[in-house]
């Protein structure tokens, strides 16, 4: 999967619905006026297990093994590209249009991140990260920012930021159970 040292950050930030671009890529703070979340887990050692959940996060996998249908002209998480996230079922169904604004594959670091377009639920981005320490521990991580964008999102209150961090978890579990099968 690791072709080399490759970073890609998103030209133009035209079509998303928040402004403060690839803030979620950055170490430090993230911006103010938002619900922050970090979620970081331990999903195993070595090479192998890094790059194989390198490419479930990159291929979607994860995503469709979380439960998400993704809807998307790339079979890879691509700067520029857009993809349609839907939960639910019929119609309970809720779409979240985003755009792939930044990605990074070198031999320690692989994922994207997307931010949120018109249509969505609420405002912000979200960046799946697997990174392989000098001690070959290799970590998933989940950095996101995010406020409510329209009146039922903010009516739930609460409930949105508890969905986004049961999300993180199960994608965590998914890409640890992915990785381990291969590795």
Same mark, same amino acid.
């Given at each position: 999967?690791?072709?080399?040292?490759?970073?890609?950050?998103?030209?133009?930030?035209?079509?998303?619905?928040?402004?403060?671009?690839?803030?979620?890529?950055?170490?430090?703070?993230?911006?103010?006026?938002?619900?922050?979340?970090?979620?970081?887990?331990?999903?195993?050692?070595?090479?192998?297990?890094?790059?194989?959940?390198?490419?479930?996060?990159?291929?979607?996998?994860?995503?469709?093994? =979380?439960?998400?249908?993704?809807? %998307? *002209?790339?079979? $890879?998480?691509?700067? @520029?590209? +857009?993809?349609?996230?839907?939960?639910? /079922?019929?119609?309970?169904?809720?779409?979240?249009?985003?755009?792939?604004?930044?990605?990074?594959?070198?031999?320690?670091?692989?994922?994207?991140?997307?931010?949120?377009?018109?249509?969505?639920?609420?405002?912000?981005?979200?960046?799946?990260?697997?990174?392989?320490?000098?001690?070959? =521990?290799?970590?998933?991580?989940? %950095? *996101?920012?995010? $406020?409510?964008?329209? @009146?039922? +999102?903010?009516?739930?209150?609460?409930? /949105?930021?508890?969905?986004?961090?049961?999300?993180?978890?199960?994608?965590?579990?998914?890409?640890?159970?992915?990785?381990?099968?291969?590795?």
């Amino acid at each position: 999967m690791n072709a080399g040292p490759t970073t890609g950050a998103c030209p133009s930030a035209s079509s998303l619905s928040y402004p403060e671009r690839l803030a979620s890529t950055r170490p430090g703070a993230l911006p103010a006026g938002y619900r922050h979340l970090r979620h970081r887990v331990l999903i195993g050692h070595g090479r192998a297990v890094l790059e194989t959940a390198g490419a479930a996060i990159t291929s979607w996998r994860m995503h469709r093994g =979380a439960g998400v249908l993704i809807t %998307t *002209a790339t079979d $890879r998480a691509t700067v @520029g590209a +857009a993809v349609e996230c839907a939960l639910g /079922l019929g119609p309970l169904r809720v779409g979240a249009p985003c755009e792939v604004v930044w990605t990074v594959d070198t031999p320690e670091r692989i994922g994207f991140a997307y931010g949120t377009r018109a249509g969505h639920l609420a405002r912000g981005e979200e960046t799946f990260l697997v990174e392989m320490g000098p001690d070959r =521990a290799v970590w998933f991580t989940v %950095t *996101a920012f995010s $406020r409510p964008d329209r @009146g039922f +999102a903010r009516a739930a209150g609460p409930l /949105l930021p508890l969905a986004q961090r049961m999300f993180a978890r199960r994608c965590g579990r998914v890409v640890a159970r992915i990785a381990a099968r291969r590795a």
